[in-house]
């Protein structure tokens, strides 16, 4: 995947960037607040990334464009707040929210990796995803993500592991208790039928409940394990619901706009205040002009492939909510029994009738049961044991690179985070992202470029800069890097004077200024180019 052009702005003001070429690009300015992270946060946030804009620039009110280049292909990306398009040849989708945007990304741009969260595989967010290859200038904690919401640290381990062909065994893990309690309980039931012991005696699990009053543990325990089961089940209920209320909005919707072209292809159609036939479709940030035949079907294509998508999201909240049913069912079948039912099992002891069927039907099932937990604790443990080894793969790759950069340096790396109280002095931080992205890039052989904003954070040294610099140009791939430099380092044309490195200087931007109308009209241009678009 190669960068292309950025651009951002409105009608007022705009800024475009389509100098970014393929191998290392640096752009810089003497000063801060030259519009560098401006540039960098809108590419992503066009992509689909969250929103980590200056806490000056109203983001909210400017539209977002990026062209990508993947496999010879190009993909056009505009965005305003949660409303995307996304454009190629031959074809332009419309997504009126965050999660669409990402389901299509993932079926058609870059599978993203599932990962075990919550006792079920889902998918990673894009802005976590993103940082296996771009660093932003703010927010940044080398013992977290730098996106927190949804997502953390461990998920980005998790996500690391699924990128390198290590899945989680979510099945295996999530079997172990309720195969064990399972096992626990039937072991009971037939030590009470062989022994013919006295039923108490014989069934701890009738005892508990007994003396529930003494000692009310096991109980909290199932209590705990019942409720943690109904609320994942009520959660995954109410997204299947908002899934099915947004798909119905989307058929009523399509339901109007077949309606309407048949009233437009008629001529029947037009305001009743100017007699204008433009008729508009809207999605609270993008209008487009509907009156237009292949805009119309377009955007009907369109709403048809975000119906289906639906239908798929609730048909994986439905098999979810099942899962989770039968795990509640497990639970449930293992739950002490109530005082009615031991006396009709009392009644079957004291019976004359021989018990040696039940034995054996029970010892076969103890039996089945222990195989099939022996092999899910067998599969868990290789799952750890396998991401043990692919962690320390990246880690000694992290050590090897900083040694390139840092010979005599101190760094140790002992995860791919840090721990909460660890304090870096001077450049340390920015050496520990460097030696990290460039590690995963290494190990995960990844398409995507790597992009960091303000990559010199910290007075990373001279000596130290321009080794990563040739790190940087010795990975064949796209690289986006911002700085700033001091006077002197300016005046003394640094990067550009580097040979192979695309320096772009951003000096002669007005302070807080990036975005000016002389920019304006080529933007609207861009805008104008998704057919049928209306600002």
Not at 59 to 85: A, C, P
Not at 149 to 172: C, R, T, W, Y
Not at 282 to 297: E, L
Not at 341 to 348: R, S
Request: hydrophobic residues 35%; charged residues 30%.
């Amino acid at each position: 995947m190669k960068i292309k052009k950025i651009a951002f702005g409105n009608k007022a003001s705009s800024f475009i960037e389509d100098r970014i070429k393929d191998g290392v690009n640096v752009i810089f300015s003497d000063d801060n607040n030259r519009g560098k992270t401006l540039v960098i946060q809108g590419m992503m946030y066009s992509l689909g990334n969250d929103p980590i804009f200056p806490s000056g620039f109203n983001y909210k009110d400017q539209y977002f464009y990026s062209k990508i280049e993947k496999e010879g292909e190009q993909y056009e990306f505009l965005r305003k707040n949660n409303y995307f398009v996304f454009r190629t040849t031959g074809m332009m989708k419309l997504f009126d929210s965050a999660r669409d945007f990402r389901h299509f990304f993932d079926k058609n741009l870059f599978k993203l990796p599932r990962i075990a969260k919550d006792n079920r595989l889902r998918m990673v967010g894009l802005s976590l995803f993103y940082e296996l290859f771009f660093i932003g200038q703010d927010h940044r904690s080398t013992s977290n993500v730098i996106s927190k919401g949804e997502f953390n640290k461990s998920d980005f381990k998790s996500m690391v592991f699924a990128l390198g062909n290590i899945h989680p065994q979510i099945d295996s893990e999530k079997g172990i208790e309720p195969l064990k309690e399972k096992i626990k309980s039937l072991k009971q039931r037939q030590n009470s039928v062989n022994k013919k012991m006295s039923l108490i005696k014989a069934n701890p699990n009738i005892a508990d409940i007994a003396y529930k009053y003494i000692d009310n543990e096991i109980f909290q325990k199932k209590k705990k394990k019942i409720s943690e089961i109904n609320k994942r089940i009520s959660e995954i209920q109410k997204e299947r619901n908002r899934e099915t209320n947004r798909m119905e909005k989307l058929r009523t919707l399509i339901s109007e706009l077949k309606s309407l072209n048949r009233e437009l292809d008629e001529g029947r159609v037009k305001c009743g205040e100017c007699g204008s036939e433009k008729i508009t479709y809207s999605n609270k940030d993008f209008t487009f002009d509907i009156s237009n035949a292949k805009v119309r079907g377009n955007i009907l294509e369109s709403i048809d492939r975000e119906i289906l998508q639906k239908q798929e999201n609730i048909d994986d909240y439905i098999v979810e909510i099942n899962k989770e049913q039968d795990s509640l069912k497990d639970v449930l079948e293992t739950t002490p029994v109530h005082f009615q039912d031991v006396i009709a099992y009392q009644e079957n002891i004291l019976s004359d009738r021989s018990l040696d069927d039940e034995s054996v039907a029970i010892l076969k099932e103890i039996s089945a049961l222990e195989a099939e937990l022996n092999l899910k604790k067998t599969l868990v443990g290789e799952g750890k044991t396998e991401q043990k080894e692919f962690l320390e793969s990246i880690l000694k790759e992290m050590s090897r690179v900083c040694r390139v950069i840092d010979p005599n340096g101190a760094l140790a790396f002992n995860d791919l985070f840090t721990n909460k109280d660890i304090t870096f002095s001077g450049s340390e931080e920015q050496e520990y992202y460097f030696c990290r992205l460039i590690a995963l890039n290494n190990i995960l052989q990844h398409d995507f470029p790597i992009i960091i904003d303000s990559f010199r954070d910290g007075e990373v040294s001279t000596q130290k800069e321009h080794k990563m610099l040739e790190v940087y140009q010795s990975l064949g791939k796209q690289v986006i890097l911002t700085s700033t430099l001091k006077k002197e380092e300016y005046n003394s044309l640094k990067y550009k004077s580097f040979k192979n490195i695309n320096a772009l200087d951003y000096s002669s931007h007005i302070n807080c200024g990036i975005m000016q109308s002389n920019k304006s009209k080529e933007f609207m241009d861009i805008i104008s180019s998704f057919e049928g678009m209306i600002i």
